[in-house]
């Protein structure tokens, strides 16, 4: 490295802090050290900004093709600075030392946005932030200051995995859509849910936007799209519209019907600039994740949906998918963001009570009448762990639950809470994946239905992907065996797999499909919050 690279990269690191806080004044800062040092220039070569320079603050003046924000790096103002100090003959010291060094701290700021993200996970309220690669932001701008391709660069210096780039392509093609105006301006919605066939004074801009997202084939100007068919009627919903509506139900995780209801009249009137800021809002968490070197599960929670990859590259071949049910909305029955280990495999599981449901939902009907722990094959047990003592039900004994003194659980069974596969992830949560006996609740587009825990639609399939190496040939048959045999067992994975429970409102998919979901919990609120305005 020549002498004058390595001081420029020196004097990036001692910018470093200011690359975690807001670039309200980009030259904040730095005129003190520019103007005091002799640092040798990295950006300007020969009176001039290098190639180089110039690519990195079109990169930053566009920062919004990656989910910034332009204004937070002062690429325009770097951009204005360079052509003044031309343009005026400008070559003092000074001057050229307090651009390079300006240059030098944006880029240091948006490498580590681009990196890691704009605030930490933990800020978010989200408990994702494990281990992961030391990232060398410094190392990362003498790449940019003397390298030849600038947006390889930066792709290096992103998060690796497939479905993020997925959905910063999404991004470039929702910015436009959400430049137009009046896309999503449909008339007001009058209390009956619309059919085929039901007059809609709005069909031609519900046509207009359906075509603009991709939901309805350009070419569906005649019903059925054949060269002999007559017009269609411009005030009507019509069967290419109802068609083009279930694909757009689908792809906001409504149910996929073609009829023209509340819900679906108020995802199609939802800004596209919110559209846009919920991929942004996603791209910055995705950037909080470490990399996949084991095969991981993936919980996105308001997607209601299980991703258990089979490689740890993220395509879709490669992943069992499956539904889920989450928590409510309510704050105490929320489902947690976090990260864990699966370690173990549960057949036939006990439920214990958490205390916070037997407080607040069973103490109740249990002093009204003891029969309803028999009838709902609930016992009290003294002592931790499934050999616990089985206390006898009376008065006392249920005083004694109340004081803490005792703990509720339910027996194995066909109609225990937990189904009869859990899968064991230690946390502070007391969080698991779990089968349910309530099958139907499947069927639900919207899914918040459990106390915190997360309920998987096939725990067969899961459970012999995740044990499939362990000791034991664990097989569909033996797996539904020891379901329905008459013990519980707790089988040991061979290894960890990592589970990350996360939360994204917006999903491009491989087929060019672009996902988005409901923000249940509002932590898509909180985290444009703590970005600021």
Excluded at 107 to 120: I, K
Excluded at 123 to 134: H, T
Excluded at 302 to 326: E, G, Y
Excluded at 380 to 396: H, M, Q, T
Aim: with cysteine.
């Amino acid at each position: 490295m020549r002498p004058a690279l390595l001081l420029g990269c020196l004097l990036c690191s001692a910018l470093a802090d200011a690359a975690t806080e807001p670039l309200s004044r980009p030259q904040a800062g730095v005129a003190a050290v520019a103007t005091t040092s002799t640092t040798p220039l990295l950006w300007f070569q020969h009176g001039r900004a290098t190639a180089q320079a110039l690519s990195m603050i079109a990169e930053m003046r566009g920062a919004e093709r990656y989910g910034l924000r332009a204004r937070d790096y002062g690429g325009e103002a770097l951009a204005a600075q360079i052509t003044r100090a031309g343009a005026d003959g400008t070559h003092d010291a000074a001057t050229w030392q307090l651009l390079d060094a300006a240059i030098c701290a944006a880029a240091l700021r948006f490498v580590t946005h681009l990196h890691s993200g704009r605030v930490s996970a933990r800020r978010a309220g989200f408990d994702v932030e494990k281990p992961r690669p030391s990232f060398d932001a410094t190392a990362a701008v003498q790449r940019l200051a003397t390298g030849t391709d600038t947006l390889a660069t930066l792709q290096a210096v992103e998060p690796p995995f497939l479905h993020y780039r997925l959905l910063k392509d999404a991004l470039h093609h929702y910015q436009p859509l959400a430049a137009q105006t009046g896309l999503t301006d449909l008339p007001p919605f009058k209390l009956r849910s619309l059919r085929v066939g039901d007059h809609y004074e709005g069909a031609t801009a519900l046509r207009r936007l359906l075509s603009a997202l991709g939901d309805l084939d350009a070419r569906a100007g005649r019903e059925g799209g054949s060269s002999g068919a007559q017009p269609l009627d411009p005030l009507r919903l019509d069967a290419s519209l109802s068609t083009a509506l279930q694909k757009f139900q689908e792809r906001h995780g409504l149910h996929p019907d073609g009829i023209l209801g509340r819900s679906t009249y108020n995802a199609l009137t939802v800004p596209l600039t919110k559209r846009v800021q919920q991929i942004e809002l996603t791209l910055e968490r995705w950037r909080w994740l470490p990399p996949f070197t084991t095969p991981p599960i993936i919980v996105n929670i308001p997607q209601f949906r299980l991703f258990a990859f089979r490689t740890s590259d993220d395509h879709k071949a490669d992943i069992l998918q499956m539904p889920v049910i989450v928590g409510r909305i309510f704050p105490r029955n929320r489902t947690p963001v976090f990260m864990s280990e699966l370690r173990y495999v549960v057949f036939r599981p006990y439920w214990d009570v958490p205390p916070s449901i037997v407080q607040h939902e069973m103490l109740a009907p249990i002093r009204k009448s003891i029969g309803y722990l028999e009838r709902n094959n609930l016992e009290l047990v003294r002592g931790a762990g499934d050999d616990g003592a089985v206390i006898a039900p009376d008065e006392a004994s249920v005083e004694a639950l109340a004081r803490g003194e005792l703990r509720l659980r339910q027996r194995p069974g066909e109609g225990n809470a937990l189904g009869l596969i859990k899968f064991l992830m230690p946390n502070g949560y007391n969080v698991y994946l779990h089968s349910t006996p309530e099958q139907h609740l499947f069927n639900e587009a919207q899914r918040a239905f459990s106390h915190g825990c997360i309920r998987v639609a096939d725990p067969v399939a899961l459970a012999a992907q995740v044990l499939h190496d362990s000791a034991g040939a664990w097989t569909t048959q033996s797996i539904e065996a020891a379901m329905h045999g008459d013990s519980t067992q707790r089988i040991a994975l061979a290894r960890p797999i990592p589970v990350l429970v996360l939360y994204g409102t917006a999903l491009a998919r491989e087929d060019g499909q672009i996902m988005f979901f409901n923000d249940i919990y509002g932590h898509d609120r909180r985290l444009e919050r703590l970005l600021g305005p």
